[in-house]
């Protein structure tokens, strides 16, 4: 996981995560007095839900070796390494023969591996994860102090992503399965302690107020058809290695799952060979039709294998079999917990519900005998495609890192003695100002007439932050990745109801502008598009 993430640029929501990173480098004790210029809207740190674990995880490696993404990326090593031996750990003890492989399969699939970047989602489950494992070791030994440490592990889970809320529902369970009060509640004892504790020095910095209601109570509108289609087709796409787990646990062999497996190729290539619309605009058949085989499948075998893993364990009612109760119990925690707390939809909003899946059907194929070679050839194969998933990514990057430095050489050519603005999000707002650019704010930054504005934009779609005015002239259009590669993430992995999409033209384009005259940034009208802060 370190290595495939190590030469990966900053791209999406970890731009954000930076800002306070360094904040919490320059000034530990005032992690949120500053002003946040995301998507260059200015905003106080402390409206901007971001938790603090993270962050001064992140700023260390900023103190520790400079400007260096590579060496920050090599200080999260221990966090995957806490990820992936929890994975391990439950497996273990609920799929001892298939261990190894589901956690290779998990840790680098394409629900998580292009994910493991510098955002919140991994270091959130590698501390839930250990805390769950924690807690079934406080359960074996009848543990106090392991209960307690696992509550540590989940308070601070919480404080580096609120969506960890998620885990109390299979904490509950857990106990309730193993009949251990005690230990839940010296558990319990110590999520309060730690995630109490941090939120009260966050108050204390801060001067007053709690960050943490203060975000509960502020959720954004959520437009449920578009998150009920996104959560659909993310977990039935990044589902794929849990629901052909599944079909073998249930008795698919032979042609009947080789036809499985060739639902997901053939998938694939529709999506990539098919652009999403038609030329009219009208939705794209054929891109459609690849979509829609690959979320039945998955959803229909994973629901399936809950189904009857719960109703096994409802029957037989000895501790082993409850185990299923508990695994259809926790995907359906999982499921309600992106619901109610996911704003919009992203691959990381089915994260949790991928990695219950995928262990749910190594558990049931870990009780029949035979079974270790297709969970390897699964394994083998969902590695393969995390691996292309992070290949993608970092080729996407690429274009995104390549277009900073060539905009400010282009513009230092063409009027060398002019000022270079720039707006943008996500990876370009990043490499700009490293290019000698200047962010244009939507207040109070003055521009001269000649001077540049850079407008970037994903594959040439998203806008700037204001209207088109006659106070800026176009002068130029800059493309970068126009590559073969038929598939991108970044539209849909990170903000879409898709993981993956077709892809044509360049993938990152810069408008140049020029002023026509001296001005300020508030004399441009805002466009009414809702800000993305998460």
């Not at 360094?22 to 260059?40: E, L, R, T």
């Not at 250990?130 to 440490?149: E, T, Y």
């Not at 998938?267 to 459609?288: D, E, F, I, K, T």
């Amino acid at each position: 996981m370190t290595l495939a993430n190590l030469w990966e640029p900053l791209t999406v929501d970890d731009v954000c995560h930076h800002y306070y990173a360094a904040q919490v480098a320059a000034a530990p004790a005032d992690p949120y007095g500053f002003v946040v210029p995301w998507h260059q809207q200015p905003r106080p740190a402390w409206q901007v839900m971001v938790p603090p674990v993270h962050s001064y995880w992140w700023a260390a490696a900023l103190r520790l070796f400079g400007d260096s993404p590579p060496l920050w990326h090599l200080w999260f090593l221990p966090i995957y390494w806490l990820l992936c031996a929890s994975v391990l750990d439950l497996l273990r003890r609920w799929a001892r023969p298939h261990a190894a492989a589901v956690t290779a399969a998990i840790g680098l699939g394409p629900a998580l591996l292009p994910g493991a970047n510098f955002m919140l989602d991994v270091p959130m489950l590698a501390f839930a994860l250990a805390s769950l494992a924690c807690l079934q070791r406080a359960a074996d030994r009848r543990s106090g102090p392991l209960g307690l440490a696992a509550g540590v592990l989940l308070g601070l889970a919480l404080q580096t992503k609120y969506s960890a809320l998620a885990y109390f529902g299979p904490w509950f369970l857990l106990a309730l399965w193993r009949r251990r009060a005690r230990e839940l509640l010296a558990g319990l004892a110590g999520v309060v302690a730690t995630a109490g504790g941090i939120e009260w020095l966050l108050a204390l910095a801060h001067g007053g107020g709690s960050y943490f209601l203060q975000h509960l109570g502020n959720a954004p509108a959520r437009d449920w058809d578009h998150v009920l289609r996104g959560l659909l087709m993310q977990y039935g796409v990044l589902g794929m290695p849990a629901a052909l787990l599944a079909l073998w646990g249930l008795g698919v062999r032979g042609w009947r799952f080789a036809a499985a497996g060739l639902v997901y190729a053939a998938g694939y290539l529709l999506v990539a060979w098919s652009p999403l619309r038609s030329g009219n605009g009208a939705p794209g058949l054929v891109h459609g039709a690849g979509y829609a085989a690959m979320v039945a499948l998955t959803w229909g075998a994973t629901l399936w294998l809950l189904w009857a893993a719960a109703r096994r364990g409802l029957r037989r009612r000895r501790p082993a079999a409850l185990a299923g109760v508990f695994f259809a119990a926790w995907f359906v925690a999982e499921l309600a917990a992106s619901l109610l707390m996911s704003p919009f939809p992203a691959a990381r909003r089915v994260l949790g519900m991928t990695v219950v899946a995928t262990v749910a059907a190594a558990w049931w194929l870990a009780r029949q005998r035979g079974s270790q070679a297709p969970v390897r050839v699964v394994a083998l194969a969902t590695v393969g495609l995390g691996l292309g998933y992070q290949l993608l990514d970092c080729v996407e990057g690429a274009a995104w890192t390549a277009a900073a430095p060539a905009t400010a050489a282009w513009a230092r050519q063409y009027a060398p003695a002019a000022a270079l603005f720039f707006t943008g999000g996500w990876g370009f707002e990043f490499y700009a100002p490293r290019a000698g650019m200047r962010p244009l704010l939507t207040a109070g930054t003055a521009l001269r007439a000649g001077d540049l504005v850079a407008a970037g934009s994903l594959d040439g779609t998203e806008p700037p932050w204001f209207e088109a005015s006659e106070l800026l002239e176009p002068v130029a259009e800059l493309t970068f990745g126009d590559d073969v590669v038929p598939l991108s993430l970044h539209h849909g992995y990170y903000s879409g109801r898709r993981p993956i999409d077709h892809q044509h033209g360049p993938r990152y384009v810069v408008h140049l502008l020029r002023a026509r005259r001296d001005f300020t940034s508030a004399d441009l009208v805002p466009l009414p598009l809702p800000l993305r802060f998460r």
